[in-house]
């Protein structure tokens, strides 16, 4: 089937506005995750969905940023009051089981691009 | 925490040449994965190859072969008959194996290898 998908590719928005990413997983795939690249590094964990439930959240670096999985499908990372310092490539995973499957691969989307201007 | 680090910022190799990126990494866990992911400039996270920890056997994947050494933490990729396709940013990962873990993946800071025709 298809890969996991990520809108939009790029998004430009401007300090202190609302943006939302979203990730399509791989149909049937119950673990989802959200990982910000910033330029230069590797990808550093932000959240994980269980189904519906996020699971880990402790990579998210302060409240304005929060993220849902309302149906156990699609997921929506979503940042207030954007600042410069959250620009990076926001990247997406998912994998069949996730808990209990730690031999599972993580399959990557192609990441969302945000500048904050 | 786990740390995984990437002493190599960038690496050339002629095409057809072997080239061998680097990666050590830290932790106190016996049970462990580690990967090495390939990112090409349209940013998806592409897997080369895993290693389960408990499995001394070094994995291969075609052309790719890793040298495992767990009591160095020790976990480089040799890419063997280099071809032009393979230049990219290569991410070495660390992914706990506990079962209670959310397998998120800790990555390094990455290897850019570009190959020269």
């Known amino acids: 089937g298809a890969g996991v998908s990520q809108t939009p590719s790029n998004k430009v928005t401007e300090k202190g506005k609302y943006v939302e990413l979203r990730c399509d997983p791989i149909s049937g795939h119950t673990a989802l995750y959200w990982y910000r690249q910033s330029l230069g590094q590797g990808p550093e964990f932000l959240i994980y969905?269980?189904?519906?439930?996020?699971?880990?959240d402790s990579g998210l670096p302060n409240d304005r940023f929060f993220a849902v999985r309302p149906e156990g499908s699609v997921s929506t990372l979503k940042i207030q009051r954007t600042e410069r310092g959250d620009s990076a490539v926001y990247l997406c995973?998912?994998?069949?089981?996730?808990?209990?499957?730690?031999?599972?691969?993580?399959?990557f989307g192609p990441g969302t691009r945000l500048l904050v201007l | 925490a786990q740390t995984v680090t990437q002493s190599q910022p960038e690496m050339s190799v002629q095409e057809a040449e072997t080239v061998t990126l680097s990666c050590t990494y830290d932790t106190s866990e016996s049970d462990y994965y580690l990967f090495w992911y390939k990112q090409p400039p349209s940013r998806q996270m592409i897997l080369v190859i895993r290693q389960e920890a408990y499995k001394q056997q070094n994995a291969t994947e075609n052309r790719f072969s890793v040298n495992f050494q767990k009591a160095a933490k020790s976990f480089s990729l040799k890419i063997s008959d280099s071809q032009l396709g393979d230049a990219a940013m290569y991410f070495c990962?660390?992914?706990?194996?506990?079962?209670?873990?959310?397998?998120?993946?800790?990555f390094g800071t990455g290897t850019r290898l570009k190959v020269l025709a």
């Open positions: 995973a998912s994998s069949l089981r996730g808990r209990g499957q730690a031999q599972e691969t993580q399959y």
């Open positions: 969905f269980q189904g519906t439930g996020a699971a880990d």
């Open positions: 990962a660390y992914r706990s194996a506990t079962t209670s873990g959310t397998y998120k993946y800790i």
